[in-house]
Each structure stands twice: as C-alpha cells, then as structure tokens.
C-alpha cells in the first residue's frame, strides 16, 4: 500500500529487464501463451513490421516483434 506507479507496460519489457538484456545487440525471446523477441538498440530503426519504442533504461531503445498464441 502507498506504493506510486509511474508507467505501465507490457510484460515483455520487465521481462527484457529481468533478464538483463539491456545491451545493444542483446535478444530476449519470450515464450508462453504469446511469444515475443525484443532486441535492445541505441537507436530506433523504423520498420512497418517491427514495434520500436523506447527501451528498459535511457538511451535504449527496443524492437520487437510477436505472434499471439504462440504456445496456445
């Protein structure tokens, strides 16, 4: 209780983090009911296929790419 929340996000991210995957070029492979790669960048590269957004700590950012019910 009294604990503040700054921002949500997807699983994927704290994950990512967890997992230590926070240097440029580092991959993170999420598998469950979806799966999820993020790959950890200094710098956004647009693309219409992947979702780039910022990463898990400053000057990172993420690419990421998923498919629902992976392990469904």
Do not use: C, H, Q
């Not at 994950?15 to 993170?28: K, R, T, V, Y």
Request: charged share 10%; glycine share 16%.
């Amino acid at each position: 209780m009294g604990t503040p929340v700054a921002a949500g996000t997807i699983d994927a991210w704290p994950e990512a983090a967890g997992s230590d995957a926070d240097a440029p070029g580092d991959l993170f492979l999420m598998y469950g009911s979806t799966m999820f790669v993020v790959l950890t960048s200094t710098r956004l590269a647009p693309d219409p296929k992947i979702w780039n957004t910022v990463g898990t700590t400053a000057g990172r950012y993420s690419g990421a790419a998923g498919m629902a019910a992976a392990g469904g």
